[in-house]
């Protein structure tokens, strides 16, 4: 079946210490995303990808880095830049502008 | 100022009564607007999608309206059930770009 995958659904890490959260996508879609969830907000852009090798930042970009080497694989960095890093991570992807996005299931990082 | 803006923030509604949750968006070029459902700890999934030209949409017990003059949508859910406790994002993209502008949600818990 054809979907976009998060892993681990849960993640604890100690203060200070650097995480990434693994994102994949067999839909074969260009563009991917990451967001940040906490309670009472709305979803907020970190970072995005539209093409193999390219990323751009989100409206929360600092603390956090990215890669894209492959079309399938966006996996986020949680550094220990980011003053806040509790929340809830949403990784999604688009087949094209516009079109609709499907997200996958999660990873709530809890920083201990 | 957010782009999209949901109310009412949360509801609690009877099993089997209806109940309307409203989206006003300033998103401008506009291109569609989509109603996601997210269940507690999960990804947002899809429910409808609707463009500039198309003003209902149905999905089973979920019915969407959009005016596009004014700027407004709303979901309507008809004969709630206990499953349909969970947070109802409205995300609208605008044209010529990937970026999705997301609402805070509204939360609906359904109560037997």
């Known amino acids: 079946d054809g979907g976009i995958t998060q892993s681990p659904k849960y993640l604890f890490r100690k203060e200070g210490q650097n995480v990434t959260l693994s994102c994949e996508q067999n839909?074969?879609?260009?563009?991917m995303y990451w967001y940040r969830q906490d309670p009472g907000q709305g979803l907020r852009l970190i970072y995005y990808s539209q093409i193999v090798n390219d990323f751009q930042k989100g409206d929360i970009a600092e603390g956090y880095s990215v890669s894209r080497e492959k079309k399938e694989s966006f996996p986020l960095t949680v550094t220990s830049a980011q003053k806040n890093p509790t929340a809830f991570y949403l990784c999604a992807s688009t087949p094209d502008r516009g079109t609709e996005a499907f997200f996958g299931q999660g990873t709530r990082l809890t920083v201990v | 100022k957010n782009q999209v803006e949901q109310s009412p923030q949360s509801l609690i509604i009877l099993e089997g009564k209806n109940c309307t949750l409203q989206?006003?968006?300033?998103?401008?070029?506009?291109?569609?607007l989509r109603w996601y459902k997210q269940d507690t700890g999960r990804g947002p999934v899809s429910l409808t999608i609707?463009?500039?030209?198309?003003n209902t949409k149905s999905n089973g017990r979920y019915t969407a309206t959009l005016d596009a003059d004014t700027k407004q949508s709303s979901l309507h859910i008809t004969a709630s059930q206990l499953s349909d406790s969970a947070s109802y994002i409205c995300?609208?993209?605008?044209?010529?770009?990937?970026?999705?502008?997301f609402g805070k949600g509204n939360q609906v818990v359904v109560i037997p």
């Open positions: 995300v609208v993209t605008s044209y010529g770009n990937n970026r999705l502008a």
């Open positions: 839909l074969n879609h260009d563009a």
């Open positions: 989206c006003n968006y300033t998103v401008s070029p506009f291109s569609n």
């Open positions: 609707m463009t500039f030209s198309e």
